[in-house]
């Protein structure tokens, strides 16, 4: 058996071993679904009011302006994303999801966090 061969055989081994230890991400939690569903949709749509609701103080501190320069780059592009939870990160308190954004029309991906702490959203990053 080749060198290469052997190396394969362990890759493929220690991705199983991985995959039923949990080491990939399951599924996330209702509330952070909701959470990341809503405010796409709010880009989408262009509804500041929904994007905001579930927001900490701080997080209202988002103008309407600039909801709006988010919406007119990204809102026409989310109606073809494709989201895909990849996992859970506990960051000063917050519990932070992260989100794959990918595009039936191609394209780069998009990382998406979600931040939520107490049942308030904290911060909503698109990169």
Same mark, same amino acid.
């Given at each position: 058996m080749n060198i290469l061969r052997i190396r394969r055989t362990c890759i493929v081994a220690a991705l199983v071993v991985a995959s039923a230890s949990?080491?990939?991400? #399951? @599924?996330?939690?209702? @509330?952070?679904?909701?959470?990341?569903?809503?405010?796409?949709?709010?880009? /989408? *749509?262009?509804?500041?009011? #929904?994007?905001?609701?579930?927001?900490? @103080?701080?997080?209202? #501190?988002?103008?309407?302006?600039?909801?709006?320069?988010?919406?007119?780059?990204?809102?026409?592009?989310?109606?073809?994303?494709?989201?895909?939870?990849? #996992? @859970?990160? *506990? /960051?000063?308190?917050?519990?932070?999801t992260l989100w794959k954004l990918s595009f039936s029309g191609g394209g780069d991906d998009l990382l998406a966090t979600l931040s939520v702490k107490d049942g308030k959203v904290g911060g909503f990053w698109i990169k």
């Open positions: 949990g080491l990939f991400a #399951g @599924e996330p939690d209702k @509330e952070d679904a909701a959470f990341s569903g809503k405010l796409l949709s709010a880009i /989408q *749509n262009s509804d500041y009011d #929904g994007f905001v609701a579930d927001g900490t @103080e701080a997080f209202h #501190g988002l103008t309407k302006p600039q909801f709006d320069a988010v919406c007119k780059a990204l809102g026409p592009k989310l109606k073809t994303a494709h989201v895909t939870y990849l #996992g @859970e990160l *506990n /960051q000063h308190g917050f519990r932070v």
